[in-house]
């Protein structure tokens, strides 16, 4: 095409749509990559913080604040653990202002999960759950909800090997102890 | 006969248990971030959008400590006890059957070696002077 005085794009303009080219393009990765773990940050934050309405605040957080730093994520690693450790350590940060860990756990109020919908078993994990202190609730959510492995855990949390596995020893003991008395 | 370990058993049944509630995202905290996400540029930390610089500086930092280690290594290798590696060794003294401290001062003819002995208590017991070993010898 040839240079007319039609067609010549004033430089800075052409540096302002090369930049939010790149930053939809940013968007774009971004969202492809949250696409498959949403849903579980979003129920591990609801869970983690005992169902408290705070979650959604942590929740919308933890995605600005990864989108923001996402140049910094080492595309050759796993996204679901980078983020789920952004996420921890928002949780961590509203744990120790708010005092979240005894904040009631309220089944009813769980969206359009109604009390009746849940089975006694359910309801009674979650309550075992409820009482936990905060670190070893999120570190119970991360092993029997996300399914992360132990050294994923570690990654995230940054809590040792022996640590994780006592905190899973405990949390499995007060289960068992629970499905016990149930049957 | 395949053995189930009550463990891995009890685990998969809180899975289950753990796994069987979930919910959605809500639709209006979804719109509500994508809304938010529109303002926001990301940015690269400063560590990567330096990094050279970072290189740099560290690659400087650390020849510089070398280079001064070099020249200081030297000094600090003589004054080991203040004797020259190699040249004579003072392994213990003892004065009036007590063991005491010793100090080699420097002198500028290599063929001599001043021993000052000294008892521990600070009082001078000896000042003496001794050849090179094998010098003597």
Known sequence: ?183 | MKTVNPIKALDREIKNCVQAMEQEVPPELEAAFLEKLNGIVPEASHFHRHRFIYYGVLATAATVLLVILLFLFPLFHRKINGVEAGEVWVQAARVEGRPASTFVINQKDPDITIVWIEKINNVNINNKTEENNEKNH
């Not at chain 1, 067609?7 to 939010?20: D, H, Y």
């Not at chain 1, 995230?156 to 016990?180: C, D, S, W, Y």
Request: aromatic share 14%; net charge positive.
């Open chain 1, 1 to 183: 095409m040839a240079l007319t005085a039609g067609n010549i794009i004033p430089l800075q303009q052409r540096v302002k749509e090369t930049g939010s080219a790149a930053r939809a393009q940013d968007r774009e990765a971004f969202l492809a990559y949250l696409l498959p773990v949403k849903k579980h940050l979003y129920n591990f934050i609801l869970k983690a913080s005992n169902f408290s309405p705070e979650a959604d605040d942590i929740f919308q957080d933890t995605l600005l604040k990864a989108f923001r730093y996402f140049y910094s994520f080492d595309r050759c690693k796993n996204f679901k653990t980078w983020i789920f450790t952004i996420a921890h350590n928002l949780l961590k940060d509203v744990f120790r202002e708010k005092q979240l860990g005894h904040w009631p756990l309220s089944l009813a109020e769980v969206g359009e999960i109604t009390v009746d919908a849940v089975s006694n078993e359910v309801r009674e994990i979650y309550t075992t759950a409820a009482a936990l202190k905060p670190r070893p609730r999120e570190i119970f959510f991360l092993y029997y909800y996300n399914e992360f492995t132990i050294p994923e855990i570690v990654e995230i949390t940054g809590l040792t090997r022996p640590n994780i596995k006592f905190i899973l020893h405990q949390a499995r003991k007060a289960i068992k102890k629970v499905m016990e008395v149930q049957v």
